[in-house]
């Protein structure tokens, strides 16, 4: 099974500023990661897939990079609505998992 | 616009089975191309997939839920459904049913999720 693991597990920071968080996988996943972001009470949201691409609808601050087994999600300025959950995914052998989560906090 | 509603008891009692059902509208599940998914959360936590199924009637299981999940598939009511034996009150948690089209493909269509609660 491929593990990925999150960092950091919270991150506080203020808008406007820029944040960076991480995604590492136990083994390659090529470049087939995904994003989501999670807001209370809602379900996930896809942001980003194949590790770089962003989904409908997501505005141009989201991006992501990476390949192999390290990748990042970067939110370039942040604006009060981005302050959630964010969880990377893979899906390979039939299965799939997800990173434990970081908590993007207002400071 | 696919959309995905899970539907099913919000509290279960101990030992027994949790049974869900998830109804997609806007697509067909037996068009193909995609699996169809259950995951949970339980509550705080993050996300543990639990298995999935293809519109054919193949399913793919979490190792760790195997021996007690079950995922079938009813093409003509346009619905799938998940049930997990022998619960404790370790299955409490958020079940969400979900779309994705396969390996290396991400997660597109989530539902809403529902809570289930296993206490007596």
């Known amino acids: 099974e491929i593990v990925l693991t999150q960092s950091p597990a919270t991150l506080s920071l203020s808008p406007g500023e820029r944040a960076t968080l991480s995604c590492r996988a136990s083994?390659?996943?090529?470049?087939?990661l995904a994003w989501y972001q999670q807001k209370p009470g809602q379900a996930p949201r896809l942001l980003i897939y194949?590790?770089?691409n962003r989904a409908t609808g997501i505005p141009a601050r989201f991006s992501g990079s990476g390949s192999g087994t390290d990748f990042t999600l970067t939110i370039s300025s942040l604006e009060p609505e981005d302050f959630a959950v964010y969880y990377c995914q893979q899906r390979s052998n039939w299965r799939y998992t997800f990173g434990q989560g970081t908590k993007l906090e207002i400071k | 616009q696919v959309q995905l509603q899970e539907s099913g008891p919000g509290l279960v009692k101990p030992s027994q089975t949790l049974s869900l059902t998830c109804t997609v509208s806007?697509?067909?599940?037996?068009?193909?191309?995609?699996?169809w998914s259950w995951i949970r959360q339980h509550p705080g936590k993050g996300l543990e997939w639990i298995g999935y199924?293809?519109?054919?009637?193949?399913?793919y299981y979490n190792p760790s839920l195997k021996s007690r999940v079950t995922i079938s598939v009813d093409t003509s009511k346009n619905q799938f459904s998940l049930k997990l034996s022998s619960v404790t009150a370790a299955d409490t948690a958020v079940y969400y049913c979900?779309?994705?089209?396969?390996?290396?493909?991400?997660?597109?269509?989530w539902g809403q999720g529902t809570l289930v609660t296993v206490s007596s």
């Open positions: 806007g697509g067909s599940i037996s068009s193909g191309g995609y699996y």
């Open positions: 083994q390659s996943v090529s470049s087939y």
């Open positions: 199924i293809y519109y054919s009637g193949s399913t």
């Open positions: 194949d590790a770089s």
């Open positions: 979900a779309r994705d089209g396969g390996d290396g493909y991400p997660i597109d269509y």
